[in-house]
């Protein structure tokens, strides 16, 4: 079947159009004659009318005629018969007989005027058949030139048709001498393709040859390195039982001190196996010129987690791989040798009794005093703060299971009083570029991550929030309204101890943030800490830069003021705030606040403050341990800092991710938590995306009661 082109198909559409055109015309002509015809019909029909019309005149004019000669004789019968009474009786019937010749008159008069005004109706319709017919007769010869018109343009497209045959037939050889080449073209292209795809077929099955025996020799070698490793752990744990019972005996030989903290490994082994082994030291001291007596303390507890190449060596050395990728990052042979060996020379000193005496104390660690150190920053305090929390606020996270920890801390680990863990947070900004004093920030050259890197990370203090998590691992509320700390990722926290005298901060781990559904209640509100609401009625009765800690004041000034309280007039009120304190002025007197209208406020339940739930994700270890390690000296400083005057790699920006490596929630094993914490972050990042502030506010010093930071 051929294909017509679109100029053939056009051509035949114009053609039938035409021809649909033309029977139109012929039909309306047909319809005119037939209108004429009708015309023509009437118009005899009231040329008939007309004379029996005129007829109708003719009889009444000769019966008026008859009327008159009546007349006339009935003048001369009574002129004949003035005197004759006999002729009386014929004159009243004639009379009689006038009366009835004059009615007829009458009401032929008016039926003469009747068919006037009907041969007046006849003669407009005539005019009116007359005009019509003129303009169907002006039609039907516009209709005819149309026609011939017609006839004109379809010979010429019949011409254009013929034409148009003649090229399609040219094109249509044209297009079939093209496709013959492009399908010869497309046929060369193939065989030359599969020929290079045979080739690299071939390329490919060598290098997948050659990767799978370089593969199988590295596993071999990493076999064997795993053996030996584990063969290495499991005398160094052999050795640390040894080493654990030794501190237990000396222990029981040392009188009894009012604290007791962790202890730092023996020393390196220096002299001969006959010298006394060194005195527990207290490195918790701050201070220089502190210096105590020596005070006994709980051996620590061994290691439960040893990483290991491939997997971790569990507490009773199983060894738990893990898949790769995701396991921690493997001891260093030399750091196990060099630990093996110095544990082994403290060994040799098993049988020699531990000397009491006060010994001169290391240059680089510092005795603690005799006085408690919980109460040198404010455990005490903390422990009390925390037994006064309102047991409803940290329901709202009674359903979040805590993960498990095992740290550095002792069998004490979980005692209000241990000391374990906290730092100072000097430390942290010094060596993890932190901010000195916001409560939110980033962290940078963390353990087994990319310096390009960053962490989030919040600082929050007892004082303010005492439903904060008690130990690392552990769920707790945070009190805050501002949105920018609910990210859709982990966030490290870092909660402060109670107390302004020297500030301590706990590292508690990972943690993923929610708003919960129910803000702090009146009830709940009115038996928080003094210190809780103090520093809550502070933050909502100063200028402030949060939109969220201005939007209540706003409203609070506004109900005592009496001022119609709406969207529109809060965020006039916002903008006025914003601005004055761009302009370094004070709060006007009609949105100023005192401290107790702000207690009277939140008592009252006119405005509250939202609960932020703070759920366990994981603990990174390696970053707890090192912390520890910088406040007690183990370690001078972070080792990834780059040198004093290097320009940190880190200047560009750099994508964020979640954790790369830590030990894992529960089970204790190194794990990449990064997959596992954002399916879980993603089923509520409908709210927390929300939540969310460009990163340039991450480092601003804010004005939040949670942020407050003496150090």
């Known amino acids: 079947m051929d294909v017509k082109s679109p100029a053939e198909l056009t051509m035949q559409y114009r053609i039938h159009d035409l021809e649909r055109r033309i029977t139109q015309l012929q039909n309306q002509d047909a319809q005119h004659k037939s209108h004429i015809k009708r015309l023509e019909d009437d118009l005899e029909a009231t040329r008939s009318e007309s004379i029996v019309i005129a007829q109708a005149v003719q009889l009444q004019r000769q019966g008026t005629g008859r009327a008159a000669r009546v007349d006339r004789g009935i003048g001369a019968a009574l002129v004949d018969t003035q005197g004759a009474e006999g002729l009386q009786e014929k004159l009243l019937i004639k009379e009689v007989e006038l009366q009835k010749t004059r009615t007829a008159v009458e009401v032929a008069n008016r039926q003469h005027r009747e068919e006037r005004l009907e041969s007046e109706a006849v003669r407009a319709q005539l005019a009116s058949a007359a005009t019509e017919l003129d303009i169907a007769r002006a039609e039907r010869d516009n209709a005819a030139r149309q026609l011939s018109t017609i006839r004109t343009d379809m010979d010429g497209l019949r011409t254009e048709h013929s034409t148009c045959g003649t090229s399609q037939d040219d094109l249509r050889r044209k297009l079939e001498s093209a496709s013959m080449a492009y399908n010869r073209e497309i046929a060369d292209l193939k065989a030359a393709s599969a020929q290079e795809c045979a080739a690299l077929e071939r390329v490919l099955a060598e290098q997948q040859t050659a990767s799978e025996h370089d593969f199988i020799q590295a596993q071999a070698q990493t076999d064997r390195l795993t053996a030996e490793l584990f063969a290495k752990d499991a005398e160094l744990e052999e050795l640390r039982d040894r080493i654990t019972a030794l501190q237990r005996r000396a222990v029981k030989l040392e009188p009894p001190a009012p604290t007791q903290t962790n202890a730092q490994p023996p020393a390196p082994h220096t002299g001969s196996s006959n010298k006394p082994r060194r005195e527990i030291i207290d490195i918790l001291t701050d201070s220089d010129d502190e210096v105590g007596k020596p005070v006994a303390h709980n051996p620590l507890r061994p290691a439960s987690a040893v990483e290991t190449l491939g997997g971790v060596k569990t507490e009773d050395g199983a060894p738990s791989t893990s898949t790769p990728g995701t396991a921690s ?52 305090e903390t422990t009390a703060l925390r037994a006064t929390l309102v047991p409803t606020l940290n329901e709202r996270v009674s359903s979040i299971a805590p993960i498990s920890f095992d740290g550095l801390e002792d069998e004490q680990a979980f005692d209000a009083s241990s000391l374990t863990g906290w730092v100072r947070r000097e430390l942290i900004t010094a060596n993890y570029k932190a901010s000195p004093q916001s409560f939110h920030t980033t962290l940078k050259y963390l353990p087994n991550e990319d310096e390009k890197l960053k962490r989030r990370a919040i600082f929050a203090g007892i004082d303010q929030n005492p439903g904060l998590p008690q130990y690392p691992g552990h769920p707790g509320t945070l009190i805050a309204s501002r949105k920018d700390i609910l990210l859709n990722e982990p966030i490290s926290l870092f909660v402060r101890a109670a107390g302004l005298s020297n500030p301590r901060w706990k590292y508690m781990g990972a943690y993923e943030v929610e708003v919960s559904d129910q803000p702090i209640t009146p009830e709940e509100w009115a038996v928080l800490p003094d210190s809780t609401r103090d520093a809550w009625a502070k933050a909502l009765s100063t200028l402030q830069s949060w939109e969220e800690y201005l939007q209540p004041l706003v409203r609070m000034a506004y109900r005592r003021e009496g001022t119609q309280i709406t969207d529109a007039t809060v965020a006039e009120g916002v903008a006025r705030m914003k601005a004055i304190k761009k302009k370094g002025g004070v709060i006007p007197k009609d949105l100023r606040l005192t401290h107790d209208e702000v207690l009277a406020a939140l008592d009252r339940g006119d405005e509250t403050i939202d609960v932020v739930m703070l759920r366990p994700l994981t603990i990174d270890m390696l970053l707890y341990k090192e912390l520890w390690d910088l406040q007690t000296g183990a370690i001078s400083k972070n080792p990834r800092l780059p040198p004093p005057g290097k320009k940190s790699k880190n200047m560009t920006s750099a994508p964020r991710r979640s954790f790369g490596r830590s030990v894992s929630t529960s089970s204790g094993l190194a794990t990449d938590t990064t997959s596992a914490v954002r399916r879980r972050s993603t089923r509520r990042s409908n709210v927390q995306q929300s939540y969310c502030e460009p990163d340039s506010d991450i480092e601003e010093n804010n004005d939040d009661p949670s942020s407050e930071d003496t150090d």
């Open 329 to 380: 990052k493997p001891r260093d042979s030399r750091d196990s040798l060099n630990e093996h060996k110095t544990i082994k020379r403290a060994m040799d000193d098993e049988e020699v009794e531990v000397d009491t005496s006060a010994s001169k104390p290391s240059k680089r660690f510092k005795k603690s005093p005799a006085t408690s150190k919980a109460d040198a920053f404010g455990l005490n």
